[in-house]
C-alpha cells in the first residue's frame, strides 16, 4: 500500500513536501487559485478564510462589515464611453442599390472593465456580440466578438489616433447558420476604424480582406432611435 492509499506519511516527509512546495509553487499559480475561491470554481481547502464569510463578516458589537471595494475599472475604458447606449445603424450594401440596418446596444459589465455591445440584424435574424476591453500588459485595447451563426472573431487597437481607433484582427465569418452545426464560411483580416462624430451619433468603417479580394462597409450609427430592447 503506498502513502496516498495508507494515508499515513513517514516522518519528515510532510515537513519535506511542504518545503519543496514552498519553491516550487509559483507566484501565479497561487493568485489563480485565489481567483478561483473567489468565484466559487474550486473549493476552498480546510483553513482557507470564506470570501462570502468574510464579505459579510461583524464586528464584536454585532455591525455588519462590508467586503472590500471592488477594483476600478481602468481611465483608458472612458475614452470609449460613446458607444454605450442603444444605437440604430444604417450602411450600404455592396453591389446593391440599398441600405441595411442593425441595432446596437452597449452596456458596461464588471464594474466597467469591459464594454458589451449586442446587435441585432432583424433582416437576417442574426445576433451578435463584441466585448471591448483593456490589455493592462501591452497597453492596447482588445475585443471578441461572436454571434449566433458561429462567427467569431478577436481584434486590438492601440488607442485613438487623430479620434480614430482603429482595431484590427481576424475573424470565421459563417455564410448561412446551419441546424446540424456543420457550416461554410470564410477567414478574413479585418479593420475596424471607429469614429465619433458627435454626441449619439459614431461612424464605424470596417475593412473585410478575403483570399483575393477586399471591400469596406461604412456603418453610421446614431442613438435615440427605436432599437431592440433591454
Not at 6 to 15: F, I, L, V
Not at 36 to 49: H, R
Not at 76 to 92: A, N, P, S, V
Amino acid at each position: 500500500m503506498n502513502i496516498r492509499e495508507s494515508g499515513r506519511e513517514p516522518a519528515g516527509h510532510a515537513a519535506h513536501r511542504r518545503s519543496w512546495r514552498k519553491r516550487r509553487t509559483p507566484l501565479a499559480l497561487v493568485g489563480a487559485a485565489a481567483v478561483l475561491a473567489v468565484t466559487g470554481t474550486a473549493p476552498a481547502s480546510a483553513g482557507q478564510s470564506d470570501v462570502r464569510h468574510h464579505a459579510m463578516a461583524e464586528d464584536s458589537a454585532g455591525t455588519v462589515k462590508s467586503g472590500p471595494a471592488p477594483l476600478p475599472a481602468p481611465p483608458q475604458m472612458r475614452e470609449i464611453d460613446f458607444l454605450l447606449g442603444k444605437y440604430t445603424c444604417t450602411y450600404d450594401v455592396p453591389g446593391q442599390d440599398r441600405k441595411k440596418t442593425f441595432y446596437a446596444h452597449t452596456t458596461r459589465k464588471l464594474g466597467g472593465h469591459y464594454y458589451e455591445t449586442e446587435t441585432l440584424i432583424p433582416q437576417d435574424n442574426l445576433r451578435g456580440r463584441q466585448t471591448f476591453g483593456w490589455n493592462p500588459v501591452d497597453g492596447k485595447y482588445f475585443t471578441q466578438f461572436h454571434d449566433d451563426w458561429g462567427s467569431s472573431g478577436t481584434t486590438e487597437s492601440p488607442g485613438a489616433e487623430d479620434g480614430v481607433f482603429t482595431f484590427t484582427g481576424a475573424y470565421l465569418l459563417v455564410r448561412k447558420p446551419a441546424a446540424d452545426g456543420h457550416a461554410v464560411g470564410d477567414r478574413a483580416t479585418v479593420k475596424d476604424e471607429i469614429k465619433q462624430l458627435g454626441p449619439g451619433h459614431y461612424q464605424d468603417v470596417q475593412t473585410l480582406t478575403f483570399d483575393n479580394f477586399t471591400f469596406s462597409l461604412s456603418y453610421d450609427c446614431t442613438s435615440g432611435k427605436a432599437g431592440h430592447g433591454e
